[in-house]
C-alpha cells in the first residue's frame, strides 16, 4: 500500500517493510513519540497489512471496513461505502463527511438511493467522538497546535483523504485521479476548509452545504473564521477562489435558536442563520476574486424548502457532483 501525500501518486523508488511499499514521508506520531521517515515495522504490519480496502467495493450497496491512518495510529476511523450496482475501477468516488453528530453511518445511507443513477462510489469516513473529539479535530482539522502555531502538514485530519484516496489507488479500488467531496452542517466546515487551506490536488469538485461557520476567504482575520494566522498568501487566496467550489444552502435553515447552531460573537458576525452565513461566504469570495483580479469559480444553489436535513442535502447535491466528476476526467481503457 502506497501513503504520502507530495508524491502520493509517483512511481519512485520506495523502501521494502514486510512488503508494504509506503513512500518516504515525514510522518510524526505525537502519541506514540516516533518522529522519522517511517513507522516502525510493527505499527505497519497492524495498520497497513491488515486493512483490506477492497472490501468497500465487495457487494453492491452498503460495506464498511475499520481503518486506521498512519499518521494517528491510535485514532481509528470506520470507512462506510455506498457502491452502484454497475461499478468498474473508473466509477468516480466521493467522500461524504457527516456533521457533528458523528453519524456517518447515517450519511453512508443517504446515498444508497442516490448512487445507481449517479455512478459514483461513495466513502463516507466516520470521524468519532472518542477519536476525533471536538470541531478542534473534526471541522478545524488539528490544523494549529496548542500555541495556535500551524501543525505540520502531515498531521492535520485534513490530510487523511489524500492518503487514502492513493491506497484506494493501490489496491486498485479506483483508476481515477481526482475524486469529489461532499460535506453537511460540520461536515461542510471539513470540507470547505480542507480546501481552503490547500488539501485540494485531487479533488476535482466540492459541496459544501448547510455549514455553521466559514472560514472566510480573506487573510487580516484569523482561522477559523478566516484564513490569517497559517501561513496563507494572497497567491493562495486566488487560486483557492479559482477552484471548483459549490456552496449549497437550505432556504430553510434559518433556525437560529437550535440547539447545535453555532452563536457565539465571531460566529454571529457571519450572519444570523445559516442560510445568511452561506450567502455572506459567497459575496465576500466575488469580492476579495475581484480585489486580487482573479475570477470567482465559486456558485452557489439556494435548496428550496430543505432545513438542517443532510439527507436531502445530499440528494440535492447527488447530480452536481455526479455531472461534474464524469466530465472531469476520461480514463483510457
Not at 502520493?8 to 510524526?28: D, E, W, Y
Not at 462506510?80 to 468498474?88: E, K, L, V, Y
Not at 468519532?128 to 473534526?138: K, L, R, V
Not at 487523511?160 to 485521479?177: M, P, S
Request: glycine residues 8%; proline residues 6%.
Amino acid at each position: 500500500m502506497v501513503v504520502g501525500h507530495d508524491e502520493i501518486f509517483a512511481a519512485s523508488p520506495q523502501p521494502q517493510l514486510c512488503g508494504i511499499r509506503v513512500v518516504a514521508a515525514q510522518l510524526r506520531h505525537e502519541e506514540c513519540g516516533h518522529a522519522h521517515a517511517l513507522c516502525c515495522c510493527d505499527v505497519l504490519c497492524q495498520h497497513f497489512g491488515m486493512t483490506d480496502l477492497l472490501e468497500l467495493i465487495a457487494r453492491p450497496g452498503a460495506n464498511e471496513i475499520a481503518y486506521v491512518d498512519p499518521q494517528f495510529p491510535h485514532r481509528p476511523l470506520t470507512l462506510r461505502s455506498a457502491r452502484p450496482r454497475q461499478f468498474a475501477p473508473d466509477t468516480p468516488v466521493v467522500f461524504v463527511h457527516h456533521g457533528r453528530g458523528r453519524n456517518g453511518e447515517d450519511y453512508r445511507n443517504y446515498w444508497l438511493p442516490l448512487v445507481d443513477e449517479a455512478d459514483i462510489l461513495i466513502i463516507a469516513p466516520e470521524f468519532s467522538d472518542a477519536s476525533f473529539p471536538g470541531s478542534h479535530w473534526y471541522n478545524h482539522g488539528n490544523l494549529l497546535d496548542n500555541a495556535d502555531l500551524p501543525n505540520p502538514r502531515e498531521a492535520s485530519t485534513y490530510a487523511i483523504e489524500e492518503r487514502i484516496f492513493a491506497a484506494l489507488r493501490a489496491e486498485g479500488v479506483t483508476r481515477r485521479r481526482r475524486y469529489g467531496l461532499f460535506g453537511h452542517s460540520a461536515g461542510s466546515q471539513f470540507v470547505h476548509r480542507m480546501l481552503a487551506v490547500g488539501y485540494r490536488s485531487y479533488v476535482a469538485a466540492a459541496v459544501a452545504a448547510n455549514a455553521g461557520t466559514y472560514s472566510m476567504p480573506e487573510i487580516d482575520t484569523r482561522f477559523p473564521f478566516g484564513l490569517g494566522g497559517i501561513g496563507l498568501t494572497n497567491d493562495d487566496l486566488r487560486e483557492f477562489l479559482q477552484f471548483r467550489l459549490t456552496v449549497m444552502a437550505g432556504t430553510h435553515d434559518i433556525d437560529a435558536t437550535a440547539e447545535h447552531f453555532p452563536k457565539d460573537p465571531a460566529s454571529m458576525r457571519q450572519g444570523g442563520t445559516r442560510f445568511e452565513r452561506a450567502h455572506r461566504f459567497i459575496a465576500n469570495a466575488r469580492a476579495m476574486a475581484e480585489r486580487l483580479g482573479v475570477h470567482c469559480n465559486w456558485t452557489i444553489i439556494d435548496v428550496s424548502g430543505v432545513a438542517h436535513e443532510g439527507d436531502k442535502m445530499s440528494a440535492a447535491a447527488a447530480p452536481v457532483l455526479a455531472a461534474a466528476l464524469h466530465a472531469s476526467e476520461v480514463i483510457a481503457a
